[in-house]
């Protein structure tokens, strides 16, 4: 079964600072992944998704993540945080059908919640 | 093109009632995702439903729960007997095909009381 790790409960930067949030996830073949954003009391908006190709993915709102097999890991980067950026962040990971083909069944981290200072 | 519309926002069940969350996905998806976000974690798959049929359930607890897509309207997540364990946001998602990441909805947030 796939699981995914967001080590990082909590995170705290300045405004203008650069921002890596963490993810690892277990999964047997080549995953289909995620990064969702929630704002409190809202749903959840997809900033990126890297399902093959190249590993460098570009996002919304400046964000991009690197997928790197060897390491299982799918992190989230943004070179310079806007005070707007504060949030929870989840890191996802799809399923696949047997037969190889993703229906589309997500299994999320725990979540990072971004702090701003100004 | 309304994003993925669920109702009620907030809904206020005393033990013992049932609670139904509706689900309306975006025009043009026919398939449906819900997700069970308990307080402090993240979100937990429960069910996936394309038109008339559930496809897969396996994160549905057992008992008391229960989701359709009928052929028309919105897509129902039932809760029968509400317990305060229930007590949650509930979300909704909808994708035009598999695989390709979804649109969710804003949930709608279950106090049992």
């Known amino acids: 079964a796939q699981s995914v790790t967001q080590p990082d409960i909590h995170i705290t930067v300045s405004e203008g600072a650069s921002l890596e949030l963490r993810c690892n996830y277990s999964y047997g073949a080549t995953p289909y992944l995620f990064w969702y954003v929630q704002s409190p009391g809202q749903g959840l908006q997809l900033l990126l998704k890297?399902?093959?190709?190249?590993?460098l993915v570009q996002g919304i709102k400046g964000f991009e993540a690197e997928f790197k097999r060897s390491q299982s890991s799918f992190n989230l980067r943004k070179p310079s945080v806007h005070w707007s950026d504060a949030a929870e962040y989840f890191c996802a990971v799809g399923a696949y059908r047997p037969g190889g083909t993703s229906y589309g069944k997500l299994t999320f981290g725990q979540g990072t919640i971004l702090t701003v200072h100004p | 093109n309304a994003g993925v519309m669920q109702n009620p926002r907030h809904l206020v069940r005393r033990r013992g009632q049932e609670a139904r969350l509706r689900c309306s996905p975006m025009k043009g998806h026919s398939h449906v995702y819900w997700y069970r976000q308990l307080p402090e974690e993240g979100l937990k798959f429960m069910v996936y439903?394309?038109?008339?049929?559930?496809?897969?359930e396996s994160g549905m607890p057992k008992e008391r729960f229960s989701a359709e897509f009928p052929k028309e309207g919105p897509s129902i997540l039932r809760i029968q007997q509400v317990v305060r364990g229930d007590s949650a946001a509930y979300f909704c998602?909808?994708?035009?095909?598999?695989?390709?990441?979804?649109?969710f909805g804003s949930g709608t947030r279950l106090t049992v009381v």
């Open positions: 439903l394309q038109k008339e049929n559930i496809i897969d």
């Open positions: 890297y399902f093959s190709g190249d590993t």
């Open positions: 998602a909808s994708s035009p095909e598999t695989g390709q990441g979804y649109t």
